[in-house]
C-alpha cells in the first residue's frame, strides 16, 4: 500500500487503547513524532493559545523540514471558540495532500482531542489526538511538564 502521492509505504500511527469514537485515535507524542519523522506529509497542528506557543514553547519540526501548523482552538482572554478553525485546519491539510496523518497537541490532550473530532466530522479521516499534549498532565503538586507530554518525552522543543 502506498502513500497517496507520496510513493512510500503509509506509516499507520499505533493508537493507544480506549479512544473514544469520532475521530482517528489518541498517540503517544513519540509515536506522533515517528509517524511525522517517516511520513514527509503527516502534518502537526497545534491548536493551543499565541501565549502558550510564546510562553511555554512550540514542537521543533525544523530538521525535518517542517513546521507546526499553529492555529488556536480557542483565544484569550476569553477562551472563546476561534470560528476560523476548521476553515483553517481544513487548508492546512489540503495544501498537504488532503489524506494525510494529522496530529492535534495542545497543552493536555482536551482541547486537540475536540479539534481532531471537529476536522474528522469535517470529513477529513486521518485526524489523531496527542495524548498528553505538550506539557502532559498535573502531577502530585498540580504542575505539568513532569509527569508526561512531549517536553517529558524528550521531543525537540523551543522557546522564544
Not at 511520513?39 to 525544523?62: K, Q, S
Amino acid at each position: 500500500m502506498s502513500e497517496a502521492g507520496g510513493g512510500k509505504e503509509a506509516v499507520q500511527p499505533e493508537i493507544l487503547p480506549d479512544t473514544d469514537a469520532g475521530y482517528a485515535g489518541d498517540v503517544t507524542p513519540a509515536e506522533a513524532w515517528r509517524v511525522l519523522t517517516e511520513n514527509p506529509r503527516a502534518l502537526l497542528i497545534d491548536v493551543r493559545t499565541r501565549a502558550e506557543w510564546a510562553f511555554v514553547g512550540l514542537t521543533d519540526l525544523a530538521h525535518l523540514g517542517k513546521q507546526p501548523v499553529l492555529i488556536e482552538w480557542v483565544s484569550q482572554p476569553d477562551m472563546t471558540r476561534n470560528p476560523e478553525f476548521e476553515s483553517h485546519a481544513a487548508e492546512a491539510i489540503s495544501e498537504a495532500g488532503g489524506d494525510v496523518p494529522v496530529f492535534f497537541l495542545c497543552r493536555s490532550g482536551a482541547r486537540s482531542k475536540a479539534a481532531a473530532i471537529a476536522m474528522t466530522e469535517r470529513g477529513f479521516g486521518l485526524c489523531y489526538n496527542v495524548d498528553s499534549g505538550f506539557e502532559g498532565d498535573l502531577d502530585d503538586d498540580r504542575h505539568r511538564g513532569r509527569r508526561n507530554g512531549w517536553k517529558v518525552a524528550g521531543l525537540p522543543w523551543m522557546q522564544s
